[in-house]
Each structure stands twice: as C-alpha cells, then as structure tokens.
C-alpha cells in the first residue's frame, strides 16, 4: 500500500463507497426477507415455524450454489467493459446468459421436485410439520426460475457500476415478500389462509417482481440499453454457459463450503441443548448481519478489479484489491471492537433469558475474532474473482473448510472439554487459513503484474 499515493488510496475508497453501499442495503433486504417469514411463522405455531425453517435450509442449499454460478457474471463484464469492447457484443454475452439462467432455474426447479418428499422422509418430521414444509418446497419450487434469471441481471448490472438497481430491487422484493407473505400465511386482504405455504409463493412473487423491475432498466438506462438485450437473432447459451461454468463452478464450490461450514457447526451445537442452539443462533445472526459489509466490499472489488484487469492495468489492479482488503479489515476492526465491549447489548436485541444470553455473551468473543478473518476472505476473494482467479482460491477454501476447519470443529467439540465453543474455534481455524491463502494468492498475483508493468 506504501507504493500508491494517499490522493490514489482516498479516490478508490470513494469509489468503493460509491458502489458498495447499495449493495449492503440490498443483501440486508435479502437476509431480511427470510427472518420476517420466520417471525410471521413463528405466530402461527410451532409446526409451522418447524416446516419454515426445514423447507428454507433445504432451499438454501441450491440458492447458494447458484448464486456463485452466476457471480462469474460480473467479473466477465467487468473485464469487458474495462477492455472497452463493444456494448453490443457484451449484450450477447449476457443474452445468451440470461437463456442459461432460464434453463438452470428450470433445473432446480425440478430437482427441487424430485428430492421433496425423500428428503423429507429421511428428516423424520412429525405429520404436521412435514405437510407443511412440504407444502412450503411446492410452493417455494416456482422461485428457481426468476432468481436464476435476477442473479444475471444484478450482477451485469453491477459490472456497470450500477448499484443502485440492486438497492431498490432489494427493497422491492422485500416489501412484496412482507406483505403478500402475511397475507397468504393469515388469510389477510381477501387471500385465502394457506399457512407456511404463502411464504413460498411470495418469495416466488417477490422474486419476479424484482425481475420485471431490473428488467424496465435495462430499457430505460443508458448504458444497459446499449447492450440491446431483446434484439432478432440467435442466442449464443453455449458459448455464454461455457464461461459461466468455467469461472461460476469454482465460485459455486467456495460459497458452498463456506455456507457448509457454518450449517455442520450448528448440527454440532444442537447437541448441547436448545438454550446453547438459541444462543449460538444468535451469535451467528449477529456476525451473518455485520458479513453483510465485507460481503458487499467483496462484491465492488469485483467489479473495480475487473474493470482495471479488462483495461491491462496491473497496477490498479494492485491497488485496487488491496483498498477493498483494507476496508474490509477497518470495517472488521470495528465490527469486532463493537462486540468485545458491547456484546451485552448486543445479545439484548434478541433475548431477555438470562441463561440463553449468558451463553451468546461467551460466544459472541469468538464471533469477533472470527469477524476480523471472515472480512478479509470475502474481500480477497471477490479482488480474485475480478481477475478471474477462482480454480486455486476454491482448492484454498475446500482445503481451509472441509479439511480443516470443519474436523477440527468435530473434534474440539466431541472429543474436547470445549464443548460448542469448539465449534467457534472450529469456525476461526477454517476462515483464518482461508485469508491467509486468499490474500496472499491475490497479493502474489497482483505484485508480479504491477512489477513487470512499471
């Protein structure tokens, strides 16, 4: 950092606020949308809060994965717009995308179909709550399509340094979510009662409803109108779908053994009694809520990344991922600080049992220590994805979350006297090899570039 000038440095974290701030109220307006179906089941019974939160995890699983297919979007962008090819021609790189979305939505769709009731059998739920998280997963089966579909025109999108459309997207499908979900699950406005059900078609709803807004964008903007989306002639999905798979699965793979680290933690910690599984839901919410920040970081890094890589300039390339890694590890100073002084407090917002809260208290200090490592990963690995580097930083996170921090949480926590804060130690292992591996992995690439280029 020492090499670039402070008027550089301050230029690029404007840029950085710029692009990131948008995106950390819309990956709120997400998280948010499944904590008010959560709170909307939960006052409606405990079967139905039961079915909500299976159904949900078993959803979850393809949202993850897909979500990081389709991420390679921005950085393909990114590149090229930075290379300054013509918007026509990226237009049919995206065109042929948004028909692959079409047809991968359409595969978790019926996949989603097809694993519904075996999953469920092998769960062993009580009658009521597997009639109901299988009434959820119907419901919730129409959503695939149009988030497959969203995930492409978000993160094209943002490539443009178009931000804000995720921001009132986000906000949309957040407000369609809240209230159709209300209504269908209560039988509100006219709208029959259907239970944990209408949580699921309003997640659908909202979710096309989030579609149809970027996509009056993409008409209405200038710089995405240029990409004449709808337009006569073929659509090039082989030649779109072999760079998404080529750059997406990796990705895919790195959030999935993120995400998988963290639901194997929890499996872990149900072994020691609701109130410790309330308490450790609550530490993970909190940290879940502040990842918000860094994710969203991680997520501009892309795209100024991408944009320099495009343009053959390694040294703001350099300089670039390096401001996104500092700002997330500023943000994860003060994230962590807010919850070594203030954990209390924190814990307050969810809870008023004292033993639950004790426990979350405890927790909370190792979430804070964690919180430092988790910044840096997610920031590294979006600087990475903006040059396209995503085969060895998933073999770094593998390696970090499946060989390492997921047997060391097992063994701390079954096989120690730690009990669940294994899991946490488990969680901080994991994540700090994870940055070490992909900071240095971009520091190393990045360094050689800028050298050759001075």
């Known amino acids: 950092m020492q090499h670039f000038e402070s008027s550089a440095l ?15 109220i819309a990956q709120l307006s997400f998280v948010s949308m499944g904590a008010v179906d959560t709170i909307l089941a939960g006052r409606l019974g405990a079967a139905q809060l039961a079915a909500i939160a299976v159904g949900a995890n078993i959803f979850f699983v393809g949202f993850v994965f897909f979500s990081g297919l389709f991420m ?23 065109r042929g995308a948004l028909l692959v979305a079409l047809i991968v939505g359409l595969l978790w769709m019926l996949l989603l179909h097809a694993v519904r009731e075996p999953v469920l059998d092998i769960l062993g739920l009580a009658d009521d709550t597997r009639a109901y998280a299988s009434g959820y997963l119907r419901a919730v089966a129409f959503a695939p399509i149009p988030i497959c579909v969203n995930f492409v025109q978000r993160n094209a999108a943002d490539a443009h340094g178009l931000t804000r459309l995720s921001l009132v997207s986000g906000l949309c499908g957040f407000v369609v979510n809240g209230v159709l979900g209300y209504a269908l699950m209560y039988g509100r ?24 807004i970027y996509a009056a964008q993409y008409f209405r903007s200038p710089a995405l109108r240029g990409l004449r989306i709808v337009r006569e002639g073929p659509l090039p999905w082989r030649a779109s779908g072999r760079q998404i798979l080529r750059l997406g699965l990796p990705i895919a793979a790195i959030l999935f053994a993120e995400s998988s680290l963290f639901q194997l933690g929890g499996l872990m910690v149900a072994h020691f009694g609701s109130e410790t599984m309330a308490a450790h839901q609550i530490a993970l919410n909190w940290a ?14 892309t795209v100024r990344v991408g944009h320099a890589a495009g343009a053959g300039d390694a040294m703001q390339v350099a300089l670039r991922g390096r401001v996104g890694m ?35 208290v405890g927790f909370l200090g190792y979430a804070a220590i964690f919180q430092i490592v988790d910044c840096l990963q997610a920031t590294a690995n979006g ?72």
């Open 72 to 94: 390679s979007v921005a950085p393909i962008v990114a590149q090229r717009l930075g290379a300054r090819r013509d918007a026509a021609e990226i237009g049919e790189f995206v």
């Open 288 to 301: 879940s809520l502040m990842f918000m920040i860094p994710l969203s970081v991680g997520m501009a890094a």
């Open 10 to 24: 301050r230029r690029e974290a404007r840029e950085y606020f710029r692009l990131a701030w948008p995106i950390v």
């Open 326 to 360: 500092a700002i997330g590890m500023a943000f994860a100073l003060v994230s962590a600080g807010l919850m070594f002084v203030a954990p209390r407090l924190i814990v307050g917002l969810y809870t008023n049992v004292e033993a639950v809260a004790a426990i979350a």
């Open 383 to 454: 600087a990475l994805r903006g040059i396209k580097d995503t085969r060895l930083p998933m073999a770094i996170t593998v390696l970090a979350y499946w060989v390492i921090g997921i047997p060391l949480a097992a063994w701390l926590t079954l096989r120690t006297s730690l009990g669940p804060a294994g899991v946490w130690i488990g969680f901080i292992g994991g994540l700090t090899i994870a940055a070490i591996g992909l900071s240095a992995r971009f520091l190393r690439q990045t360094t050689r570039a800028a050298a050759a280029q001075r």
């Open 189 to 212: 406005f006219g709208l029959p009662q259907i239970g944990p059900a209408g949580a699921g078609y309003a997640l659908a709803t909202a979710d096309c409803v989030m579609v149809f």
